[in-house]
């Protein structure tokens, strides 16, 4: 089996990947009016097994305890350390099957579910992320599989690698639609249309988050459409027929941060492994490390995350960035259980709005009430790029990024020369990216000042991006964004929503930047699809992300 694949222990035989949603639609609506969610049917005849655990992440030694709700009458748990070379740590069977109702709002409280089994960790485990391996036997002699995680920390003990991997989590659970909703659709409201601002963390992974199948599709026009095309979403299309998570595409281990952790592990890369929840309460975490990682679609943070990483930059630390959409401040409560964003909604409905915690608002960093610039932390902004390379965002655009300053040492050894692109046939700039409003001069970009953004910024590659979909009439034509974004987004910044406001922010571009902060220095590479650079063999890019890892680990 290639390390490229997916990893699913044999004795597990092959995945269930039929239809399993709970459809919220009537049979002529549209799958993005009204969209589907998961949740379990809670039909004996139809053996199903969901699982979460107690918390995100632990210590090694640890008990990890285990809440399960099954139709089955046994069940099966393992456990193994995925990367380029998975690892079993734990495995039992037979586990007596306990049904449990979901409550109709898990999205927000949780889903309640009795304990299952426990497991006291090795106190020597390493770091990294845990894949949990649910399965039941079903009549016709298959199997339904449900994959769930945890994350294991390292310790002074533990500790194995110079580069700390952050997973953006924050992200993951924006975008995890189990039990009814996210932050971007639900059940939520009167109309039961509405989504959550709310979010639970006691709730299974939706399916996609954690596992996908060899050639689930991307978010990238890939292959281009054809002269005229309407728009096509192939990852909606294919979540819908193949019964997956409609927002599988857009965030989760298996997405994005997989794939660099198989690339750096070969490449002889240790990674060590926390949460943004982590981050958040255990900044301390960082010290050990003179580099920190972070890759894919990064974002929801909170304002302890940034103050975190920030203060780590200003002491000496090293931030490579290779992801992308710095976008939504997001509060966690009950230990982290919790996350809270209100976004477009904040300042109506997020109960700090006008209150001495007004600065915690949920809403853009760049929204007038909270103004601060994602660039303050990782170099660029979330508002000032955001869209590239699929349905009515550029579809035919650049897909690769256009060098700029090629004797920055981030281009050392690639060979790279001035208006050079790299990339575009792996198709690594696509889907969401970050910039800054910039300008020319003599044939260089240059990064336009604004309040709380660092004056030490070089932009080094870049390639354009939008904020609105390009929506030409056609019969048969739908759009998947539409303009909530673009206007929601605007009225945060501006305060209102005018032709001229629009204008000012539907260009803009993804950037690759560096900059330094203090004693310390961040390299980001804002497109989420960074990482098929890596998956998918591009030299150029390979070899930018070495220099980029083996300086910032050099100290």
């Known amino acids: 089996m290639s390390r490229e694949d997916d990893f699913v222990p044999p004795e597990l035989g092959p995945v269930n990947i039929r239809p399993r949603k709970a459809w919220a639609m009537s049979a002529d609506e549209h799958w993005h009016s009204n969209p589907w969610y998961e949740a379990p049917r809670g039909d004996p005849a139809m053996p199903e097994i969901y699982t979460y655990t107690d918390t995100m992440s632990y210590d090694p030694g640890d008990e990890v305890v285990f809440h399960s709700s099954t139709t089955a009458p046994q069940w099966t748990l393992e456990i193994y ?44 485990l390493r770091s990294g992320f845990y894949r949990v391996v649910s399965t039941c036997a079903r009549a016709n002699g298959g199997k339904f599989v449900q994959h769930h995680f945890f994350v294991v920390r390292p310790t002074a003990a533990t500790r194995r690698a110079k580069i700390l991997m952050i997973l953006p989590t924050g992200t993951w659970t924006a975008y995890n639609d189990f039990g009814g909703a996210n932050h971007y659709f639900g059940v939520v409201g009167p109309g039961k249309d509405q989504p959550s601002p709310v979010l639970s963390l006691e709730r299974p992974w939706t399916r996609g988050v954690v596992w996908l199948p060899p050639g689930a599709p991307r978010i990238c026009a890939d292959p281009l459409p054809e002269f005229g095309d309407a728009p096509r979403y192939p990852m909606k299309e294919w979540a819908y027929a193949n019964g997956f998570g409609q927002y599988y595409a857009a965030a989760g281990w298996a997405q994005f941060d997989r794939h660099f952790v198989l690339w750096a592990e070969k490449e002889g890369y240790e990674l060590d492994m926390i949460t943004q929840t982590d981050l958040h309460y255990r900044p301390e975490l960082l010290d050990a490390y003179p580099c920190v990682t972070i890759v ?234 960074w990482v098929m650079g890596l998956k998918r063999g591009d030299r150029f890019t390979e070899q930018i992300t070495r220099n980029v890892l083996d300086r910032f680990t050099s100290s």
């Open 81 to 124: 350390r995925d990367g380029y070379r998975p690892e079993t740590v734990h495995k039992v069977e037979d586990i007596a099957g306990v049904f449990a109702p979901t409550p109709a709002d898990a999205y927000r409280s949780g889903c309640g579910w009795p304990v299952s089994h426990r497991w006291r960790m090795p106190a020597d």
């Open 296 to 529: 894919g679609h990064d974002e929801y943070w909170t304002r302890e995350m940034r103050l975190a990483i920030e203060a780590y930059i200003e002491r000496g630390g090293r931030l490579a960035r290779f992801g992308a959409n710095f976008l939504w401040q997001i509060r966690l409560e009950n230990d982290g259980k919790r996350q809270i964003c209100h976004k477009f909604n904040a300042i109506n409905n997020d109960p700090v709005a006008g209150t001495d915690k007004a600065h915690l608002l949920s809403t853009a960093w760049e929204d007038k009430n909270v103004a601060w610039p994602g660039a303050s932390t990782v170099g660029v902004n979330g508002l000032h790029g955001l869209y590239a390379s699929w349905g009515g965002f550029a579809p035919h655009g650049q897909k690769g990024f256009t060098v700029y300053r090629p004797e920055h040492w981030v281009f050392a050894r690639t060979g790279l020369h001035y208006a050079d692109i790299f990339g575009d046939k792996e198709r690594i700039f696509a889907y969401e990216v970050d910039g800054l409003d910039y300008t020319f001069r003599h044939g260089l970009p240059y990064p336009v000042p604004v309040d709380g953004q660092p004056e030490t910024i070089e932009i080094l590659a870049m390639a354009p991006a939008v904020l609105a979909e390009d929506e030409p009439d056609g019969e048969g034509f739908r759009y998947y964004v539409r303009g909530s974004d673009h206007e929601g987004l605007v009225k945060c910044v501006t305060g209102e929503v005018t032709p001229e406001s629009l204008a000012r922010y539907k260009y803009g571009a993804g950037m690759m930047v560096h900059m330094t902060r203090g004693k310390g220095e961040v390299v980001t590479a804002a497109t989420c699809e």
